[in-house]
Structures are given as structure tokens and as C-alpha cells.
């Protein structure tokens, strides 16, 4: 019966059976050190008899092998425990010397992103480098626990698309047997259809952009968590369910998974269960006056009003999460909804420094949204938004939503520089492999 | 405080306020009774007051309302109750007649189903329809909490790839940033390489294939749920999982939602906890006794065999899942592990007729999966396998896991004929919109 590594603790003084990848080979005094480490974290062993140690003779890091031992209280080893006596079984032999170091932490620095990309592999191997995934598969699960407990139906959209115009990034293009079809940048207009149906969807799925610009903001394939909701009485109340759902996740994140979040030195949570709320106008007002700037030619948050604002939250509200809110009318979309001539019913979600979602209230009214469309430079006649006005001209309730990224959550949850970093093997306009 | 359609009957003899679609609306003995829809189902609400009944002129159904009534217990409404002295508030007017009747049962002949997909955006507020897509949504919550149980951490791998050349079915090329590119058609190559990492991972996303072929089976783009787990001992273990996994789902499915699925004439569900195994040899000579004919030059399965079979376990075992295992040589792929000169480490799924996944044990040897690759003629040298076989060079365990078709899943579980049906918005060689 396999024993892990995180349960050796639970078995002082008896024998057990491990199975795991050979992650270090040390001589010491003699004795022979070795590191395991299977899916729960590193076991340490100690080899005397020369038999065992022979058998390790050529192997190299990586080696897949099953030992057993004694379990003996060692508080200096991971787990408080090691393995004495141990007999070894090497299941796959490995010959080829690693690459890399994968049981030192792996360089993050902007100049080293490549080669970390390169060896992804084998690069993940490393217990901070696996962490950042297991933290990311939390947060997911966490995510849709909370939309599932809010009566929050999930979709699956079409990433096939005819014409994918809808949200103003560049888009991939393909050959579709024949006709002219392109990637989904977003599952905007299926997800407000869907609204019709069971007023509150969410999507998490794949979302593509040909973004031509290499920065540590932009890849070319996103996971995208979208979120819509119908039968809203306000801007507020989509507001409020991105809000909970962000603080549902972090708060119980931190909760269940402190240990594995320091150890990656992701900065401590300053979170309230209320963001705070500034206009864009006011935003821009408070980071004139506090940074002695002429804000007033900028529609838009600037990156560091952007970084400014959540540090100024952090410190004068307790919470890094703000709602930049009011965003100006040029930032709209056509299928977002006016406040009145200056500005949309929207806002964004700022965690850290950095927009995590746009949150807008939507465009319910079939004529409005026609002339909307127009105003962008739309067709509506496009053979593409036909089942997607259909709902609209027969009925679709006011409705909100957010498409938010998950990537972007997970880079300023653990404090990563790139967004890269936050993707399993990410995809830039430099990067198609691995 | 708005009360949900299914609540309705812990309200009899107060006053409600609901939301929702006008379903329905008809004349009967000079009283106008109306369906309300919303997120859980259908309200009756009969309207005597004129003024009422005035607001509803010319109001198609679609029109999205607040209505304010009396809840009246009345055995034969939806939900036992209905609405009396109702007040209506129009929110959106509809004014365009419905192109399909919704509050019948929508055709899904064969030759209907291009009329229900160019219809989808509102046909789906049928609600039959919608319920389909509800049962989905379970399916896949309880898969993954099937999963998370097991230790399994869910992964995103890129669907944009530069040689997707892995699986054997067509794929759809495109240009990206000006370097030839194809988009995934299944994680394999991916979710290999991350057993290195957690032991077990699982996937469930998008896959793309350039299916030529117009039937009930075939759609260009599905929802796979992608599985491998690590240090097997058999190629039973990996079997059992997959079926415990989909035991706990549907039998977990009918625990909670049989209801619906009797309103959609589900089949009922005939399983063990234990799926009878029966080797292709086995499978190929029983139907050849039980039906006279003549299968010695078979060597995958047939449709009529893969039909008749599920049947006979169905009588026999009393489970109508099977396994079809030692799957013959000649559908091997390459990263699959052979048994013998024969058959490899493989089995198919079947599920009332339909395969499901293929459950194989994977080549993990790095030398033979280089002999297996140049057998297939795939190119071990091409950068797209570079990752790929860095994992093997760098010691990969005894692992198997299955891509495991959802749209397919839930196209049995409901007993539909057609795995479109199964999507929302389905693709394939003759469709790209809506």
C-alpha cells in the first residue's frame, strides 16, 4: 500500500512503501541522501547498505523508483520525518543528466523567462513551480463553488466562430472548410444569448487574442472566466456578485492553503468583504492631486494611476481589490450600456495594480443595441450577430456580467511578475512551444 | 423580494413578487391566463382586471415582466399553485412575433435540426431544452468533484499548438504571427508531460477537429474531458477509475435529478458498480454466434457490434456500460503501450452503444516511444515534440488515463440521437453559426 510523502508523519516507527522520482542524490559522511518526491511534496531517505546505493549508480534526477523503509522522527527533514533502511526499485531507469536544477528555485527574472518556457517540462518538476498550479486549480474550484452555490448554470461556447468582432481585439483567423471563420476572443454574445435561457451562466474556457504586442501583460491565449446575469436592478448588484465572488475565493484560498501561499512568497491578503468605489473622474482627481500631475487629458486609467489606486486603497480603505467605476463613454463597447453622455455603466475590477475584469451593465434594448452596433461600425446584418439580436428582439431582460481573467488572478495572487508565469505553457507572439 | 417560480408553493395564500418571460398567454372564459418563465420553471397567473389585461396588448411572448399576485394552491398548475389578482409591470415590450412556438415541444427529427439550431438563441427557452443543458452542466460539477476527490488537479493546456499531429483525425491550420500553426485536438501530448508533475491531472475543454464527415456522430468542435494518472500497477486501475468516475456521476445524476430526466424521457439507468469487461476477440465471436454472421474479418468493432454488445451486458450483467478491451494492434497510436503482438493496453468505453473514451496505458518508455513515433511515421525530431519527449528523457512513471467525449456523454445519458443536440451552439462541416 503506497504511502505519500505529506502522510510519513502519520507512520513514526513503521515501515513504509513510497513511490516517486529520484529529486536529489547527496554523499554525506559516508551516507548516501536521497530526495523523493511524488505528488504531496519531497521525502528524505538515508542509504547505508551498499547494495541500495549501487543500485542508484548512473541514476540520474528524475529516476522513477519505489522504496521502502522505516519511518524514523527527523525534525531537520521535510515533514518532520525520513526513511531509514531503506530498499530501493528502480521502476524507470533515467541516464540523461537534467538540463536544469529542478530542486533550486527556478529564476523568474525577465531575462531567464525563456529558458524557464523552454524546460517547462521538466521545469515544473520543482515544488514552487508545481505550487503555482495547484493554487490555480484551487482558485478555479473555488470560483465555480461559489457561482454554483449562486444558481450559476455552466456553458461551453463555441471557440469556432464566423466573425469574432465583437470585443476590438485582433483576431486569429482560419481556413473553416471552405468559409472564412475565426477564433473567439470572448463568449460575449453567446453568454448574453444564454442569459435569456437561465438568466445567470458562466464560461471558463479558452479565449484567443493575436495580440502583436510582447509585454508582461499580453498573451495570444487566455483562460477566461465569464460571468452574466439577468433580472439586475442596478449596476451595483453585478458589482457586488463579482465582489463576493472575489472575496469568497481569495479569503477561503488563503484560508485552506496559507502554508503553500507563503511558501511561494505571494504578499499577505488585504482584503474587505466591500470594495471600495471611485470614479475614473475621481480616480484621476486624487492621483492629480497626491502626485502633483495634469491628469486632465487622459480618458483612460494610466498603468500607474492604475497601481497608485490600489495602493492608496490598501492603505486608506484596507483592501486592495478597488471598482474604478463610471468608465468613460470612448471606453465603451456596443453592447455595454450609457450612464448618461459622459460615461458607461461599467467598471473595472482593479486587484493589485492591475484590471482584473471589465464589469459592465449591458445593452438590453433591441433598438438601442441596433443603433449601438451601428455607431461602432457594426453591421447588423452580419450573417454573425443574427441569433445574437434574435434574443434581444424577443426579449432579453437587464443583465450584467464580467469577463474576467483568470491568468491575471492568479499573477497578482501569487505576485508574479508576468502573466506568463501564471499559465501552464503560455503563448505569445514569439512563443508557440512547448 | 423577488420569489422564484419553483418557490411558489411555500408561498400559498401570500402575496409574491416574481420575474420572468410571458410563456404563454390564451383566453379562456373570458379570463386571460398567462405563463410566466423564469430560471426554474413556469408560473400560471390568471388576470381578471382589465388594466391588467390592457398592459398585455400586443405584448408578444418574450416580453420580459414583473408580475405581483395572490399565490392560490391549484392542483393542476406547474408547481401546484397559481397567481390571482395579478399586477403586471411591463420591464422590456416585445412587439415581434416568436418564430417558433416554445411552449410545445420542439422537433428534433432529422431533418428539423438545422430549423432548431438557426433557431437556438431562443429555443433554448424551451423548457425542455434548457434542461438538457442544465443536466450538462451537472454532468461536468459532478465529474469534477468525482475527481477532485481522487487528488486530481485540473489543468489548461494550449489549443493553439504548432503540430497537432498526434491524434490521427484532421486538423484545422492556421497562420500565427506569420509560423504555421493547428489548433489542438486533444491535450495528449500536454497532459503526459504534467503526470511528471501532479501524478493525476485532468482537463476539460475544447478540442478541434476538421471532421469532413456529416453524421450523427461526428462535430468539429467537442467538450473533452481529458484524464491521466500516474504509477499504475494494471491497466485495470486505470479502467476502475473511469468507471467509478462515471458510476459516482450518473448514478449520483439520478440520485438528484430524476425528475428531469424522466421529463425528458431519459432511458433509466441500467449499472453496475462494476462494468463487465469483454475482449474485442470475445465480442467479435459472441456476435458472430448470437447473429450468424461471419466477423472474422473485423478487426475494430462495428457499429452494430458496439450496439449489440452494450445490449447484451445491459441483459446480462444488468449494466449497459462495457469495456471492449485489447483493443488490436492496428489502432494503436503510437503513445500507446502494446500487450502482446496483437492487442495493445487498451480498452474502449461503451456506453449504450456509443464509445465513449478509449482507456489506454501509455508508452513511458523513452526509447520505445522514439521506436513507436518513427513506426507511425511522426517525426521525433520535429520541435512540437521536443517537450513531449524531454518528459520521457527525464523519467515519466507507468501512467494511462482516456479523452473521454462529453457532448457524447451527455448524448446517451438523455438518449438524444444526435450528438449536436448535446451542444448549444453545435459546428461541423456545414455549420458555423449561430
Known amino acids: 500500500m503506497r504511502v505519500l510523502s505529506n502522510e510519513l508523519k502519520d507512520h513514526i516507527n513503521s515501515e513504509v512503501h513510497l513511490e516517486g522520482w529520484l529529486h536529489k542524490k547527496r554523499l554525506l559522511g559516508g551516507l548516501t541522501f536521497i530526495n523523493l518526491r511524488d505528488r504531496k511534496g519531497i521525502v528524505q531517505a538515508v542509504i547505508k547498505d551498499k547494495a541500495e546505493v549501487d543500485k542508484l549508480k548512473g541514476m540520474q534526477i528524475g529516476t522513477v523508483m519505489e522504496i521502502d523503509g522505516q519511518v524514523v522522527e527527523e525534525p531537520r527533514a521535510p515533514g518532520g520525518a525520513e526513511l531509514h533502511d531503506v530498499r530501493i526499485k528502480v521502476i524507470v531507469p533515467v541516464s540523461y543528466e537534467m538540463p536544469i536544477e529542478i530542486d533550486k528555485p527556478l529564476s523568474h527574472k525577465p531575462d531567464n523567462l525563456d529558458t ?3 524546460h517547462r517540462a521538466i521545469g515544473l518538476r520543482n515544488i514552487n513551480e ?6 490555480r ?4 474550484r473555488l470560483i465555480r463553488q461559489f457561482l454554483y452555490n449562486n444558481d450559476f448554470v455552466e456553458i461551453q461556447t463555441p471557440k469556432l466562430v464566423g466573425n469574432a468582432a465583437e470585443g476590438g481585439a485582433e483576431v486569429f483567423k482560419l481556413d473553416y472548410f471552405g468559409k472564412p471563420a475565426s477564433l473567439a476572443q470572448s463568449p460575449q454574445l453567446y453568454k448574453q444569448v444564454m442569459v435569456g435561457v437561465f438568466e445567470r451562466v458562466f464560461e471558463i474556457g479558452p479565449a484567443f487574442r493575436a495580440e502583436p504586442s510582447a509585454t508582461t501583460r499580453h ?14 436592478k442596478s449596476h451595483d ?3 457586488n456578485m463579482v465582489q463576493d465572488m ?10 485552506n492553503h496559507s502554508e503553500e501561499l507563503r511558501q511561494l512568497k505571494a504578499p499577505e491578503l488585504v482584503i474587505k468583504p466591500s470594495f471600495p468605489r471611485y470614479s475614473m473622474k475621481q480616480i484621476h482627481e486624487m ?6 500631475v495634469d491628469m486632465s487629458a487622459e480618458i483612460d486609467l494610466t498603468p500607474d ?6 495602493e492608496y486603497a490598501k492603505e486608506h480603505d484596507g483592501c486592495e481589490a478597488v471598482f474604478a467605476t463610471d468608465l468613460p463613454k470612448p471606453k465603451m463597447k456596443f453592447y455595454h450600456k450609457a450612464k448618461d453622455d459622459k460615461s458607461a455603466q461599467s467598471a473595472d475590477l482593479l486587484f493589485r495594480g492591475l484590471e482584473l475584469a471589465t464589469v459592465p451593465v449591458r445593452e438590453n434594448g433591441y433598438e438601442d443595441l441596433i443603433r449601438q452596433m451601428k455607431e461602432a461600425g457594426i453591421d447588423p446584418d452580419d450573417e454573425s450577430f443574427r441569433f445574437y439580436l434574435q434574443a434581444f428582439k424577443h426579449g432579453l431582460p437587464p443583465h450584467g456580467g464580467c469577463g474576467f481573467g483568470i491568468d491575471r488572478l492568479v499573477e497578482k495572487t501569487l505576485g508574479l511578475g508576468n502573466i506568463k508565469e501564471a499559465i501552464l505553457f503560455p503563448r505569445d507572439i514569439n512563443r508557440l512551444s512547448p
Do not use: G, H, P
Open 287 to 292: 492621483y492629480q492631486e497626491a502626485n502633483k
Open 246 to 255: 472575489l472575496y469568497f475565493t481569495l479569503t477561503n484560498l488563503w484560508a
Open 116 to 118: 524557464l518556457f523552454e
Open 237 to 239: 448588484e453585478v458589482l
Open 305 to 310: 494611476e492604475e497601481r497608485w489606486i490600489c
Open 219 to 232: 498573451v495570444s491565449e487566455v483562460t477566461m472566466l465569464d460571468i452574466e446575469m439577468a433580472f439586475i
Open 137 to 140: 486549480s484551487e482558485l478555479l
Open 130 to 135: 508545481a505550487k503555482v498550479f495547484l493554487i
